[in-house]
């Protein structure tokens, strides 16, 4: 099914028809979400990840949700492949071709350190010195040709490169992004002696200027590719011999999909794609909901992420870190990583002041309710301790932990406090709830918003255990828990667009351009995205372009990213949208002084058809009343111990209004709703929370 | 008044986050790439009664840790003598003068009052590096400078701001002694927005808590804090540690300054004795007392980074004024050098003395220099003035954990270096080699991080290169029977005949013509431990890697 044949993309009505399963490889769990319009249906899966091989895994949900592969139209998938391979360096043996003189721009990085403070730590460039090989070639930076590419030695270079066993190879020249032409020659050289078609060109993945970024970026790119093609055939083979026959697709980092025929040439793109179909499904139920600003909350076990939603379009960065000093400079859904997950450690410094974080018990051994031998209390062991989790979904098995062993951690805390165990439990909370609110805060400023004009969404394991209380902290007034906030990025598989982004670099003051060059440049990348759409064989509803610009007052080195309305402004619109999104994002206005044009940039996005989210839970499955639907009482810690009503929330009447202090269960997740919080619930499921005053 | 330890530790996260949101709010809406990309700036909390430090922004450049105590202390003490006018609400005062608890003249302070009930509660402050600040030449690094006249000009505390509004009679007094002066205005209300936003977000956390508590939290966090420097600093060993740090010249008579330093430690405090040190010196490489203290608790919290910044942590760090040395300069030595390089030899000897105590905590001298090359030159076609910068890192020490890392930010900074192809877009050059200083490392068990090596070629016109590097006379210190670092190399090539400057690392003003080249290869690292003990496999692995030659591994490893 890997063909490369071409079919223009079918537009239809704005139903979607047939039959879908977004899959979700996870860290520790494989999600699926089926949806088939027909009977407006849904069913899901949570299936263990199998990380030697994430494919079984994926099969294991389609069998886990009694879903016949053969019957399906279409398969959107969401993998790790890549994001793993990344992070444990588990990279394909690569290559490295470049201008003579700069292969060690790799490895010198931009000056930097790990941490500000410390004069320790380690780096290790992502291709060895003995595989970055240089030739004699220079560009310079208007383009022009300074030494010509001596293809003699990049034959004998790639041919060493070939004989070290090397699987991918990158091509990265400077200046490339204002003359390619050098890439580009050797890149057909390289495709007649290279033994696959693993070759990366600096400036094909992003057409702009800092070579240690962008290098990078292509490093990154061939690293993954190998791994990230056999997976996806492997994958699609084993579709296939279930009887799919339909097109594969694969999740991108920039919140849209891709076909798994061409994934895995842009690879890099799909290192961070896991929490972007997450933030795309938040943006996606804040539509349909009629709340499109939102502050998304994905707290897992061992970290929380937060990404910010305006006008229901997620903020997309194209200079995201994946660890330190490993830029990957392609656009993506801007999803931070704010530290504290449910594995955070508690502790006393040496001041006597109670800490929680930065140490996490992570998911080995984990928190000391997992029962795999931790023994350092934890924010998920305080939420055990005080009744907002389950007392009784606590591990009791052989090695197991009691209630009882978490209270003794948190009695040893306490004691160091003058406080017994429930109070340092509590506090733990209080003071881990303080933390996220003011890294939330942070996000949401360094985007230039006041978090307070935000909803905030919860998702993840545990991001609806903490919401309510972190919105009241952050003054947000209201929280959206969407209906499966524990499968939440299986969700943003099926309602993805298909997306493609271009960037090119222009970088001259904007009396200096030529207007005419800069539309063409549009133009062109409209061509392309829409090229790459009609090669996705999927269908669409409606097509959508976005253009913006990325511009700075001469005399300044950071860009502000500037939407625009069409693909033909003129100078004078130019700068004025310049300088109002400057006031909006910095308060300051400085009509003095004149703007260049730096980079122009296109999103060619294809809105898939719309899908109801109210079927995610079963109608027939509500009971008709809220006392119906009340699963029983439980003792939990606000203030002070109360026993407050736990709801089932598959079979909340849709009517139902709750008041905390409560709690609402459902499979893979708690809402905890505190004192002076009320919720209702809106016609797709969603629990929309009124926060209560601040206390 | 007792306050509970949950209360305490929130008021804590909530006085960090103030200045957390002040550095964030500075760096966004600066205009000027130096404070907005290179976080050439720094945000904090002051006590209204001796301005000493609250709390202090993490994301600051350490060079300013402390910093702002004292500028805000003079600042309080000239108003209680009545030699500054008081202050009314909306004010800013603005100054920069290094004798008044400063850095260099281009580290720009701003401070203004909190109000409450009519009342100084607190003060902020931020300082900012400002490109320019007049002088001799362009962004005040004169390495021939031989009084503070000839680096800029100097500001005593004004108000910039009354009332909420800009002074445009002393603002234009300074814009007519600075350079590029239609840029600087941007930054100017980014650093006083930076107050501002400070003000708001303390005001929430009073109203929230209520002045006295927050009073009382302020004052038991920093009896708090001095017990944690205390309890680190009782992992070492009671005794004297001591070390000796050089800079190669300053930049006017060629002869390199010492900088002795021995660490006393009674078990729960540390004294810092300069005595010994070379006197001050006439070229620009003095350092004020600011600044001098400043690199001591810099040094100290790469030592231990968990003891938040402020005057808490500082009690236990004792620094007996060294009067009449080069680290306590006086009215009118010239100072420019002294954030950017002394206040590293500093660190260096504060490391060097401290890694015989605590071998598992400290690494070998990191390459500790700035690695500033400035070219000044006309853009021929245009006639357009322009002044490039190339700041560069070097090799870090070895330490307990690992080798150093190569290309290491300077540390007193977090600044990244400007891209090559960003370079070579803005400024008439090309880079024909930008690559790791081979055979640079410090040999040790494990070796120092290797330094930079670059070559650039001037391609139009003529320019003035400027040099204030450090180490090119001797290599940072290994530590614990490991080897120093490769030294510092400077080489200009004119007219086809190379040459070094005579100062090594610190020239003014080298003409150069289109054709004519700079070669720097910047500091290795000092290696860690003895180099015989290294792991044969990573000696092996280096040599492979081209990183050292085998004769070199032979020479340096056995």
Redesign the interface.
């Known amino acids: 099914m890997l063909d490369n044949s071409e079919k223009a993309p079918q537009m239809t009505d704005s139903t979607l028809t047939g039959t879908f399963a977004g899959i979700d490889v996870g860290g520790t769990f494989t999600d699926l979400v089926y949806y088939d319009s027909r009977a407006s249906s849904v069913k899901l899966a949570k299936v263990p990840t199998t990380l030697d091989n994430q494919s079984r895994g994926v099969l294991d949900a389609l069998d886990a949700a009694g879903v016949d592969a053969a019957a399906l139209d279409l398969i959107v998938h969401g993998t790790t492949t890549t994001t793993n391979a990344v992070l444990e360096r588990q990279l394909c043996k690569t290559g490295l071709v470049t201008t003579m003189?700069?292969?060690?721009?790799l490895?010198?990085?931009?000056?930097?350190?790990?941490?500000?403070?410390?004069?320790?730590?380690?780096?290790r460039p992502l291709i060895?010195?003995?595989l970055r090989l240089e030739v004699p070639e220079r560009m310079?930076?208007d383009g022009a040709v300074?030494t010509a590419l001596d293809e003699e030695a990049l034959r004998a270079a790639l041919a060493e490169l070939v004989d070290k066993g090397c699987e991918a190879l990158v091509i990265h020249f400077?200046?490339s992004?204002a003359n390619p032409a050098h890439e580009q020659r050797a890149g057909q050289i390289a495709r007649e002696v290279w033994p696959n078609g693993n070759i990366t060109m600096g400036h094909a993945l992003i057409s702009e200027?800092?070579?240690?970024?962008r290098g990078v970026t292509a490093a990154v790119n061939a690293s993954v590719q190998p791994l990230l093609r056999r997976y996806v055939e492997r994958l699609a083979d084993k579709l296939s011999e279930r009887g799919y026959d339909r097109d594969l697709l694969v999740m991108n980092g920039n919140g849209g999909m891709v076909s798994a025929r061409v994934v895995a040439d842009e690879a890099a793109k799909t290192v961070m794609s896991g929490p972007a179909s997450g933030v795309m499904a938040a943006a996606y139920t804040g539509r349909r909901a009629g709340i499109p600003d939102l502050l998304t909350y994905d707290m897992g076990g061992t970290s929380t992420d937060v990404a910010m939603i305006r006008g229901a379009d997620p903020a997309v960065s194209h200079e995201i870190e994946v660890e330190y000093a490993m830029p990957i400079h392609v656009p993506m859904v801007d999803v931070r990583t704010v530290g504290a997950g449910g594995g955070s450690i508690a502790r006393v410094?040496?001041?006597?002041?109670?800490?929680v974080g930065p140490d996490s018990a992570g998911s080995t051994p984990g928190p000391i309710c997992y029962g795999k031998g931790g023994t350092l209390p934890t924010i998920s062991d305080a939420n055990m301790l005080l009744g907002r989790l389950n007392p009784d979904r606590l591990n009791t098995g052989a090695g197991g932990v009691s209630l009882d062993t978490i209270r003794e951690a948190f009695a040893t805390l306490g004691a160091k406090?003058?406080?017994g165990a429930d109070e340092a439990a509590a506090?733990v909370l209080?003071?881990a709830n303080?933390?996220m609110a003011?890294a939330v805060?942070?996000v949401s400023?360094?985007l230039?918003e006041d978090p307070r004009d935000f909803a905030l969404f919860a998702f993840g394991g545990a991001g609806p255990l903490h919401a309510c209380a972190i919105a009241r902290e952050l003054g947000v007034p209201r929280v959206l828990v969407p209906a499966r906030p524990g499968i939440t990025n299986a969700l943003g598989c099926i309602v993805a667009d298909l997306r493609h982004d271009y960037v090119a670099t222009v970088?001259r003051p904007l009396d200096a351009c030529d207007m005419d060059e800069v539309h063409a440049l549009f133009t062109k990348q409209v061509a392309d995205g829409r090229a790459a759409i009609a090669r996705e064989r999927v269908e669409i509803a409606e097509e959508k372009i976005a253009f913006s610009v990325e511009m700075r007052?001469i005399?300044?080195?950071?860009l502000l990213r500037v939407p625009l309305p069409s693909d033909a402004p003129t100078r004078d619109e130019l700068q004025a949208l310049f300088e109002e999104a400057y006031f909006k994002?910095?308060?300051?206005r400085?009509p003095?002084?004149r703007a260049a044009l730096v980079n122009v940039a296109t999103s060619v996005i294809g809105r898939r058809p719309e899908i109801d989210l109210a079927a995610l839970i079963d109608a027939a499955g509500r009971k008709a009343t809220l006392a119906e639907a009340q699963s029983g009482t439980r003792r939990v810690f606000f203030d002070g111990w109360c026993e407050v009503p736990v709801y089932w929330r598959d079979h909340l009447p849709l009517d139902a209004a709750l008041h905390g202090p409560t709690i609402v269960e459902q499979m893979d997740c708690t809402l905890v709703l505190e004192v002076g919080d009320t919720a209702t619930q809106d016609a797709d499921g969603n629990l929309i929370v009124t926060v209560g005053a601040?206390t | 008044m007792s306050l509970d330890p949950i209360t305490l530790t929130v008021i804590q996260s909530g006085l960090q986050q103030v200045c957390d949101e002040m550095d964030l709010s500075f760096s966004r809406a600066a205009f000027s790439p130096v404070i907005a990309e290179a976080n050439d700036r720094s945000d904090g909390i002051y006590s209204a009664e001796d301005g000493s430090l609250i709390a202090q922004g993490s994301m600051g450049l350490p060079v300013f840790v402390g910093v702002m105590q004292y500028s805000t202390a003079t600042l309080i003490s000239m108003m209680a003598e009545g030699k500054v006018a008081a202050p009314k609400p909306g004010d800013i005062y603005i100054v920069n003068d290094p004798y008044l608890g400063g850095t260099h003249l281009m580290d720009v302070r701003f401070a203004m009052p909190v109000w409450r009930d009519g009342k100084i509660f607190c003060w902020l402050s931020n300082t900012g590096h400002w490109p320019d600040t007049g002088g001799a030449v362009p962004g005040g690094f004169s390495a021939s400078a031989t009084a503070v006249e000839q680096e800029g000009l100097r500001l005593p505390p004004v108000r910039l701001f009354k009332g909420g509004e800009l002074d445009q009679e002393i603002y234009s007094i300074i814009c007519s002694n600075i350079r590029v002066a239609d840029q600087r205005i941007g930054d100017v209300k980014a650093q006083a927005a930076a107050l501002y936003v400070g003000e708001a977000r303390l005001t929430r956390l009073l109203d929230r808590y209520g002045d006295d508590t927050v009073s009382a939290a302020i004052a038991e966090l920093r009896v708090r804090a001095a017990d944690q420097m205390r309890v680190q600093i009782g992992q070492i060993p009671v005794g004297t540690y001591r070390s000796t740090a050089y800079i190669d010249s300053d930049g006017v008579v060629n002869e390199p300054l010492e900088i002795k330093l021995a660490v006393t430690s009674d078990g729960e405090s540390l004294t810092f004795d300069f005595d010994g040190t070379s006197p001050p010196c006439q070229g620009p490489m003095n350092s004020v007392i600011a600044t001098t203290l400043s690199s001591v608790y810099l040094a100290m919290r790469h030592i231990f980074p968990d003891v938040p910044i402020s005057a808490g942590a500082f009690e236990p760090l004792k620094v007996i004024r060294p009067e009449g040395t080069f680290l306590d300069a006086r009215y009118p030595r010239p100072v420019s050098g002294c954030a950017a390089e002394v206040s590293q030899r500093i660190a260096e000897a504060v490391f060097a003395a401290l890694i015989q105590a605590l071998p598992g905590k400290v690494s070998a001298s990191p390459a500790g220099s700035s690695g500033n090359f400035a070219l000044g030159g006309e853009v021929p076609e245009t006639g357009q003035a322009y002044v490039m910068y190339q700041i560069s890192g070097g090799g870090y020490g070895g330490y307990a954990g690992g080798d150093g890392i190569s290309n290491g930010c300077s540390t007193i900074g977090i600044s990244k270096a400007p891209p090559v192809e960003i370079m070579e877009q803005q400024f008439p050059v090309l880079y024909h080699r930008y690559a790791l200083h081979e055979g640079s490392g410090g040999a040790g068990e494990h070796r120092g991080g290797f330094g930079l090596d670059y070559e650039v070629e001037l391609r139009a016109g003529h320019a003035r290169a400027s040099f204030v590097m450090d180490h090119g006379r001797f290599g940072p210190q290994g530590a614990l029977g490991g080897k120093d670092g490769a030294k510092n190399r400077v080489l200009v090539t004119r007219g086809g005949e190379s040459f070094v400057p005579e100062h090594l690392s610190k020239a003014q003003d080298i003409q150069l013509v289109a054709g004519d080249r700079v070669r720097v290869c910047t500091p290795g690292g000092g290696g860690f431990g003895d180099p015989s003990k290294r792991d044969p496999a990573l000696v092996a692995e280096d040599v492979r890697l081209g990183r050292y030659t085998p004769e070199e591994a032979k020479a340096l490893f056995g």
Request: net charge positive.
């Open positions: 003189g700069f292969r060690d721009v490895e010198l990085g931009r000056r930097t350190r790990p941490h500000a403070y410390g004069m320790t730590g380690q780096f060895p010195r003995d310079l930076a300074y400077l200046h992004y200027s800092r070579e240690y970024e410094d040496a001041a006597g002041l109670l800490q406090l003058g406080l506090a209080r003071i303080a933390k003011d805060r942070m400023i360094s230039g970088n007052f005399g300044q080195t950071h994002r910095f308060q300051v400085l003095e002084i601040q």
